[in-house]
């Protein structure tokens, strides 16, 4: 078994460092939670295909940072033996299968957890390891559509809109993975005993749904798209199209930030229909709408910068990469999140 590097391995200086992880090799969430461990300074060593095929390589160009890889087939029993063997040096295993399939290539948990009983083995899957749908295949956008989330998302009177993958696959599924490893490793300090991580986009985007569901009880958010505080309803948290087609998005949300965004405008808030009454957001939104028609996104990203009026302009990711405030912190799309005082991560 040969082990080979990336070219983009991260120094061992994060708050992870001493940490091994093996990553069987899958597609999206899981290469994003193992990304986010070796941004952290975590040892991964991902296990590839031994033919060497992997499924959309080229979109995991960023996501296979910081790793290290070997290539096995774990049809095979000397390879699998050869897994097993490297999981005893090891502390987390990731596994995006469908449930039941690592069962039957014979490292399923009971099997890996015998032979390394202080291992923390996280599984990442849409539905989750049992239930009615755990195995019907799936993607973010069906896993968002059952936990009530992508409901939430879209112009009043419009369908659904699909949020990417952000919200299910590195959200619901990636964010939560991670801290379901981190809090297992926390627990195995206590007890030297590892434990099975049950990761599912469904139940972490469902989770993130708590303030909504609040909201809703408090009879503070309606079922219409487009219709509420946070979901593009209110015009003061909205995104509106400039004079040069490019937009802004407007958070002014407290009262102060209200009165900044008033200012800059050029609006004279007494002249203005009450911001509170959600009978008034429409004239409200007409009214922002014509004014930021007057000009360029930049020329208002120019005006509100340094202000309090929360507006910022809408940048592709090349832009955002170019912008003044990623380049003075060396970030932007992409880049290693969070920040360490004593423990930094590079990449060589």
Request: aromatic fraction near 8%; include cysteine; charged fraction near 20%.
């Amino acid at each position: 078994m040969r082990i080979t590097a990336s070219e983009n391995r991260s120094v061992a200086t994060g708050p992870l460092s001493g940490l091994r992880v093996v990553e069987l090799a899958a597609i999206g969430p899981a290469p994003f939670a193992c990304m986010v461990l070796a941004d952290l300074g975590a040892e991964v060593i991902r296990v590839d295909r031994a033919d060497g095929r992997r499924s959309f390589e080229e979109w995991h160009q960023v996501l296979d940072r910081g790793r290290r890889s070997v290539a096995l087939d774990l049809k095979d029993p000397a390879d699998v033996a050869a897994l097993l063997d490297l999981l005893e040096g090891s502390d987390v295993l990731v596994e995006g299968f469908r449930p039941g399939v690592a069962e039957r290539l014979g490292i399923g948990p009971e099997v890996c957890l015998e032979r390394s009983p202080g291992l923390v083995y996280a599984r990442m899957t849409g539905w989750g390891q049992e239930g009615p749908l755990a195995l019907t295949p799936g993607h973010d956008i069906n896993y968002l559509a059952l936990s009530g989330a992508l409901h939430a998302i879209g112009e009043t009177g419009g369908p659904p809109v699909v949020p990417v993958n952000f919200l299910g696959d590195f959200g619901g599924g990636s964010m939560f993975l991670v801290a379901g490893v981190l809090a297992a490793l926390y627990e195995r300090r206590r007890t030297g005993r590892g434990k099975v991580v049950d990761a599912a986009i469904v139940d972490g985007a469902g989770a993130m749904l708590g303030m909504l569901v609040g909201m809703d009880a408090a009879g503070q958010w309606t079922h219409e798209r487009g219709a509420n505080l946070l979901d593009g309803g209110a015009p003061f948290y909205a995104c509106y199209a400039c004079a040069d087609g490019g937009y802004v998005a407007v958070g002014a949300l407290e009262e102060r930030f209200y009165a900044a965004l008033l200012r800059g405008l050029g609006l004279d808030g007494a002249a203005l229909p009450d911001r509170d009454e959600p009978g008034n957001w429409p004239e409200l939104r007409r009214v922002f709408a014509n004014r930021f028609l007057t000009a360029a996104r930049d020329d208002w990203a120019t005006l509100f910068e340094h202000t309090d009026a929360c507006v910022t302009p809408v940048l592709s990711t090349s832009e955002a990469a170019a912008h003044p405030h990623h380049q003075a912190r060396g970030s932007g799309p992409a880049t290693v999140a969070p920040r360490f005082s004593r423990t930094p991560v590079e990449f060589h």
